[in-house]
């Protein structure tokens, strides 16, 4: 098994851009999550799903959107990027819920100029 | 969920134990305690978890007090490779439940 892959590792954008931040799990899954991890602080959570066609918002949602149109991928967007959304971003996934084991994967490094 | 207090950092010397405090005052009976721990820039690593029961796995040890508001975690022979963020974490049962992530502890593993 991969695990948990994240797309791509370092991505530099310009204020305004928008791209799209993949994250695919192998383990069949259904919970998925986003959090993103500013310097010094621990981690965010963005956005999370229960299963294949639901999505929530965590606690940072503004700025992002995501959609689980299966259960092996949870992309994130961001639709016009700001210096403030410079930060590194963690997928994760577990059985089902946040109170089973979960699996982070390696993060994706996002600066915003 | 419940908020949890940590120390920010504490060290120790390898091949000692290190013990871990971790205060959650308010938590409730639904409410379990996880701990993930974060090796530089790496993501999150699960540790353990507990309800009320004291746990034990390969990683470490749980031990929870009765009333529940505290806890600690146990790596009984720390190593270099321990040296990360701990994070201890609160987190509810139930479908929609989170992980909400604090500074954690920052244990320094010295030879």
């Known amino acids: 098994n991969a695990g948990v892959t994240q797309t791509p590792k370092f991505q530099v954008l310009k204020t305004g851009q928008s791209m799209t931040l993949q994250c695919a799990q192998d383990m069949n899954h259904e919970y998925m999550s986003w959090y993103r991890q500013d310097p010094g602080m621990g981690l965010r959570l963005i956005h999370y799903?229960?299963?294949?066609?639901?999505?929530d918002q965590g606690e940072v949602p503004n700025g992002y959107n995501v959609s689980r149109s299966t259960t092996e991928d949870f992309p994130l967007r961001l639709l016009s990027a700001a210096p403030s959304q410079t930060s590194v971003y963690f997928c994760a996934s577990s059985y089902s819920g946040a109170t089973k084991e979960q699996y982070f994967g390696p993060g994706t490094r996002l600066t915003v100029t | 969920d419940a908020k949890t207090t940590q120390p920010p950092s504490m060290d120790c010397a390898e091949g000692r134990a290190a013990n871990l405090p971790c205060n959650h005052s308010?938590?409730?009976?639904?409410?379990?305690v996880y701990w993930y721990r974060q090796i530089h820039s790496q993501g999150p690593q699960y540790i353990i978890h507990?309800?009320?029961n004291n746990e034990t796995n390969e990683m470490a040890s749980l031990i929870i007090t009765e009333d529940r508001k505290s806890s600690t975690l146990i790596l009984p022979h720390a190593t270099l490779r321990d040296t990360a963020v701990y994070y201890c974490?609160?987190?509810?049962?139930?479908?929609?439940?989170?992980?909400?992530f604090g500074k954690g502890i920052t244990l320094s593993v010295r030879p």
């Open positions: 974490i609160v987190v509810r049962t139930g479908a929609n439940s989170k992980l909400t």
């Open positions: 507990g309800l009320k």
């Open positions: 799903s229960v299963g294949a066609g639901i999505t």
């Open positions: 308010t938590i409730s009976g639904n409410e379990y």
